[in-house]
């Protein structure tokens, strides 16, 4: 263990396995304790990407919505969902919902839109029995360990995300843009660079490319920022793609990837991704009660598979229009 000179009253743990763990001790009110030591937390997520808060007893959401309110400048209303979720109160969500069984790969929360949260905060309610980590990744640790001439590659062409909105899987039209009206659709794909079709059922089909490497807009270090692996229909569990191939082909799926130039990525490089991130991740089992700010930018995350119940809070704020987050905007269709 060691200690850091931002907080010499606060007890920080620092593993190279683990995120930067921070012990507060005995706290009472958890919203003034956090707001009365917000300089020194976010000192902290500046200096190591991620820190997680242990002995906050955090017990419900009105009181987890006041403590992320009060470490952040604002929350952000998710937009492009995709994955639904339940709403706690203004910029408060429960976690995407997602198969327990199955691990939600690392990325970083809404890479694929133009205005990207800046910072992510967790807290724990309930913890699983077993599993459910939100495991943590440095962006630019990863950037330097994937291969030059793979990373080139997406540096220069971006990354393509192709999805398809329908009732049965995936977030529906409501939960992705806050409305169902198709015209309010179209006009927030064209602001937003995402190309669109509506397609002859009335289910809604867009594209939209994004950079798959940016600039910490901070620190100006490179960072691989994107959501390549996670969206993939290659990262799905075998017999879950092979329904949503058999029942929406292709074309159809809720979601896939590719590269900036519209061609498919391999199965092969997804797990090269995928077994990248492995290698950089630190992971610490949730506790009732713990909070854990992520910068968006630097650090990747996931959701490891877990049994039995989990609660686990979610918001995102401090909204970031990068300079570099959009290579070559396609052309909305009018």
């Not at 820190?51 to 419900?60: E, K, M, P, S």
């Not at 794909?189 to 950079?211: K, N």
């Not at 598979?305 to 704020?317: D, K, P, Q, S, Y």
């Not at 401090?318 to 269709?333: F, H, K, N, V």
Request: charged share 25%.
């Amino acid at each position: 263990m060691s200690s850091s000179p931002l907080a010499p009253l606060l007890d920080l743990e620092l593993r190279p396995d683990r995120p930067p763990i921070l012990h507060a001790k005995s706290p009472g009110d958890a919203t003034r304790w956090a707001g009365e030591h917000r300089d020194e937390l976010r000192a902290h997520v500046a200096q190591h990407g991620v820190l997680l808060v242990r002995g906050l007893d955090l017990r419900d959401a009105d009181q987890v919505g006041a403590v992320f309110a009060g470490l952040s400048d604002g929350l952000m209303t998710e937009r492009e969902a995709f994955a639904p979720r339940q709403t706690y109160g203004p910029g408060v969500y429960s976690s995407a919902t997602w198969p327990a069984n199955q691990p939600m790969c690392m990325h970083h929360e809404l890479s694929y839109t133009l205005e990207v949260p800046g910072l992510m905060l967790f807290a724990c309610l309930t913890a699983p029995s077993q599993g459910g980590a939100t495991a943590v990744a440095d962006a630019e640790q990863v950037l330097q360990a994937l291969p030059t001439e793979l990373s080139d590659r997406f540096e220069r062409e971006g990354w393509l995300l192709t999805r398809s909105y329908n009732d049965e899987i995936g977030a529906s039209l409501t939960e992705s843009f806050g409305t169902d009206d198709h015209a309010a659709i179209e006009r927030y794909c064209r602001a937003q660079a995402i190309d669109f079709t509506w397609q002859p059922d009335g289910s809604l089909h867009t594209r939209q490319r994004r950079s798959a490497v940016v600039r910490h807009p901070h620190t100006g270090r490179r960072c691989w920022f994107n959501q390549i692996a996670f969206l993939n229909e290659w990262t799905l569990a075998p017999e879950v793609r092979e329904y949503l191939l058999d029942v929406y082909g292709e074309d159809g799926l809720p979601f896939n990837t590719r590269f900036g130039d519209g061609t498919a990525i391999s199965e092969d490089i997804v797990q090269l991704l995928n077994t990248t991130y492995e290698e950089h991740t630190r992971r610490e089992p949730w506790q009732p009660g713990d909070l854990m700010l992520v910068d968006n930018i630097r650090t990747a995350h996931s959701r490891e598979a877990f049994t039995g119940e989990r609660e686990v809070l979610v918001a995102m704020a401090e909204p970031r229009r990068l300079a570099d987050g959009c290579p070559q905007p396609e052309e909305s269709r009018r």
